[in-house]
């Protein structure tokens, strides 16, 4: 999908940031530290398009989902939706703008009330908003590949893959211009997953939906985005159309998780250039000074000078422009092809 640069957004975030406290034990319970959860993330996501986030586990994607549909506040940043800040706005102000954002949950299983039948559970939205049809609600299992007739029945006796069109059906219940998937398909069995995802893109298509697709198989989210934001540590290091990133990462942060990716063809997949990356992640509690990826980077380890890695150490990388809408947030980026 080609975005026009005049296009206005459906939903802006500016200078996003959340933290979350971190208290001592005892009876006091003083707070000792914040755990830096976001830091100052910007991103746009436009009509009809599918924004992919990704990073490891525990690099904030969830939380910056969550934060989106004003479901944890913010810390401090801006989050617009159809041109409205709504960090600002109180659960009851938030309420009406509830119709036109919907998350769908990772883990079927949990996500579903298991004394709720199907009907029930999709006829939810509905009824808090006083909207319910009964008809509704038969069209809108029949829209996610579900007969009418699973309706009487309970989440439990379906698979993984039905249940999750079941949380698809009712997000969509209230007909939301945003959907924000939290690893909708981590929990599935891969010959699932081809499923899912293309349900998703066929309902985009249908009924013109956004998305904000998190996840950490970069495989899927290749085959699903338009664009795709990289995160780690709770700041987005790389953002840029998705053909564009795998052809031409240039953040070693993101070369590496390309890399990890197995190719098929064997020959290939021997002679093909590594990033490897040393240690584990930082704590969020005290994360590194200037750039988060140096304990981490290949680069800082063995290419720099050491005026170079002072750069790094001292000051914070911004996201800059590439071209074409490809941004990388690090002192020294170069581009590489992969895959």
């Known amino acids: 999908m080609t975005l026009a640069p005049t296009k206005t957004p459906i939903v802006s975030v500016r200078g996003l940031v959340k933290h979350f406290p971190v208290r001592s034990r005892g009876v006091l319970r003083r707070q000792v530290g914040d755990v830096h959860a976001v830091c100052d993330v910007n991103f ?83 009824r808090i908003h006083g909207v319910y049809k009964r008809d509704k609600v038969r069209d809108l299992l029949k829209m996610v590949g579900l007969s009418p007739e699973h309706g009487n029945r309970y989440a439990h006796e379906f698979s993984g893959g039905q249940r999750q069109r079941i949380g698809v059906a009712r997000a969509l219940a209230l007909q939301p211009k945003l959907l924000v998937l939290d690893e909708p398909v981590s929990a599935l069995d891969v010959s699932i997953q081809a499923g899912v995802i293309n349900l998703l893109e066929d309902l985009q298509d249908e009924l013109g939906l956004s998305y904000l697709f998190i996840s950490h198989d970069l495989s899927v989210v290749r085959h699903i985005a338009d664009r795709v934001a990289v995160m780690y540590l709770g700041r987005i290091v790389e953002i840029a159309a998705v053909e564009d990133l795998f052809r031409n990462a240039a953040h070693p942060y993101t070369q590496a998780l390309i890399s990890a990716i197995p190719v098929p063809d064997p020959k290939k997949e021997r002679t093909r250039k590594r990033v490897i990356l040393a240690g584990d992640v930082p704590s969020p509690v005290s994360p590194p000074s200037g750039c988060r990826f140096r304990t981490r980077c290949p680069k800082f380890a063995g290419q720099l000078t050491d005026d170079e890695r002072k750069k790094c150490t001292d000051e914070i990388p911004a996201l800059a422009e590439r071209g074409q809408g490809h941004q990388t947030a690090c002192h020294y980026a170069e581009a590489l092809t992969l895959i």
């Open 44 to 126: 746009d996501i436009y009509s009809h398009e599918t924004l992919g986030l990704v990073g490891e586990s525990g690099c904030g994607k969830t939380t910056t989902g969550r934060l989106l549909l004003n479901l944890v506040p913010a810390t401090a940043g801006e989050i617009r939706f159809q041109d409205r800040d709504i960090v600002p706005l109180s659960r009851s102000q938030m309420r009406p703008l509830r119709r036109e954002m919907q998350i769908v949950f990772q883990d079927p299983y949990a996500s579903l009330d298991p004394r709720m039948t199907v009907n029930e559970i999709i006829a939810e939205p509905l």
